[in-house]
């Protein structure tokens, strides 16, 4: 997206407290939030009439106290159109575009942020972050304001990348995960374990996924040119003095690589914080 060509991307840092890798400086809320108000419904984030993490969301908010739920980052609405009209439907979607076409299959949408989330009494049964957390420049308050909607016993189901897959460690910052500006926050089991007791809620599942699952071929493919990605990095950082190593012929074509995808890595979690 263009977004990613204007904006610097920062560093890289980890809070010794609570495990928290987290990018500095990062966009701002404003720069973010025209970003996401502009995306296209039709050329962003099409996966099907299914995902994996779909199915096993399905499953986990069987539990819920309500069928009532709140998906944050609905965009078109295409998992709550999954989860059927036996639910109470509401999102809160940026896009303009996106927008309209989940309010065209009757979802409620209560606000354009967290942020800007209205003040009401209306709590909901479970509340659904997919692909969410590492967009959130403040994410305990994030959660902390979603927690106060759920009704008790609630169930807050987050579905993100994992730093501690060891895909993740292996690659380190070259990893593809954190290759895009937007993307700013990013965590472990370990954070999520930090977080509940500040939230009054208790971690009752942490189930490691795909993004995307793949055939075998596909995983063993994206693994081979990861590690030659991630080598080539590291040697032209032991060379860089005189840039020797993006010389070589057939090293130089890995060089232009600006990141290397791994969605087939184990690499995402599925979290569900309960509220006590």
Same mark, same amino acid.
Not at 25 to 36: I, M, N
Not at 135 to 139: G, T
Not at 207 to 212: G, P, S, T, V
């Given at each position: 997206?263009?977004?990613?060509?204007?904006?610097?991307?920062?560093?890289?840092?980890r809070?010794?407290?609570?495990?928290?890798?987290?990018r500095?400086?990062?966009?701002?809320?404003?720069?973010?939030?025209?970003?996401?108000?502009?995306?296209s419904?039709?050329e962003?984030?099409?996966?099907?009439?299914?995902?994996?993490?779909?199915?096993?969301i399905?499953?986990v908010?069987?539990?819920a106290?309500?069928?009532?739920?709140l998906?944050?980052?609905?965009?078109?609405?295409d998992?709550?159109?999954y989860?059927?009209?036996?639910?109470?439907?509401?999102?809160?979607?940026?896009?303009i575009?996106?927008? @309209?076409? *989940?309010?065209?299959?009757?979802?409620k949408?209560?606000?354009?942020?967290? %942020? /800007? $989330?209205?003040?009401?009494?209306?709590?909901?049964g479970?509340?659904?972050?997919?692909?969410?957390?590492e967009?959130?420049?403040?994410?305990l308050?994030?959660?902390?304001?979603?927690?106060?909607?759920?009704?008790?016993g609630?169930?807050?189901v987050?579905?993100?990348?994992n730093?501690?897959?060891?895909?993740?460690r292996?690659?380190?910052?070259?990893?593809?995960?954190?290759?895009?500006?937007?993307?700013?926050?990013?965590?472990?089991?370990?954070?999520?374990?930090?977080?509940?007791?500040?939230?009054?809620?208790r971690v009752?599942?942490?189930?490691?996924?795909?993004?995307?699952?793949?055939?075998?071929?596909?995983?063993? @493919?994206? *693994?081979?040119?990861?590690v030659?990605?991630?080598?080539?990095?590291r040697? %032209? /950082? $032991?060379?860089?003095?005189?840039?020797?190593?993006?010389?070589?012929?057939?090293?130089?074509?890995?060089?232009?690589?600006?990141?290397?995808?791994?969605?087939?890595?184990r690499?995402?979690?599925?979290?569900?914080?309960?509220?006590?």
């Open positions: 997206m263009p977004l990613d060509g204007q904006v610097e991307a920062g560093s890289m840092y809070c010794l407290d609570c495990s928290l890798m987290f500095a400086p990062a966009p701002s809320r404003e720069a973010l939030a025209k970003y996401y108000g502009g995306l419904s039709e962003c984030w099409q996966h099907g009439p299914e995902r994996e993490v779909w199915r096993e399905k499953k908010i069987q539990h106290p309500e069928r009532s739920i998906d944050v980052g609905c965009f078109r609405g998992l709550l159109n989860l059927g009209k036996e639910w109470q439907r509401f999102g809160i979607e940026p896009s575009d996106a927008r @309209d076409v *989940a309010e065209a299959r009757g979802i949408i209560i606000a354009d942020s967290i %942020e /800007s $989330l209205p003040d009401t009494e209306q709590q909901f479970a509340i659904t972050l997919v692909d969410v957390m967009h959130l420049v403040r994410p308050d994030a959660l902390y304001k979603l927690v106060g909607l759920l009704k008790p609630g169930q807050l987050i579905f993100t990348g730093t501690a897959a060891w895909s993740w292996f690659a380190g910052l070259h990893y593809w995960y954190s290759a895009m500006p937007e993307h700013v926050a990013f965590f472990s089991p370990k954070w999520f374990a930090w977080a509940t007791p500040k939230l009054r809620c009752s599942l942490v189930h490691r996924l795909r993004y995307q699952p793949a055939q075998f071929s596909t995983r063993l @493919d994206e *693994a081979l040119k990861n030659a990605y991630v080598s080539y990095r040697l %032209e /950082s $032991l060379s860089a003095p005189n840039g020797m190593i993006s010389r070589l012929p057939v090293l130089n074509r890995i060089g232009k690589w600006q990141s290397c995808w791994w969605t087939s890595a690499d995402h979690i599925l979290v569900v914080l309960t509220k006590e």
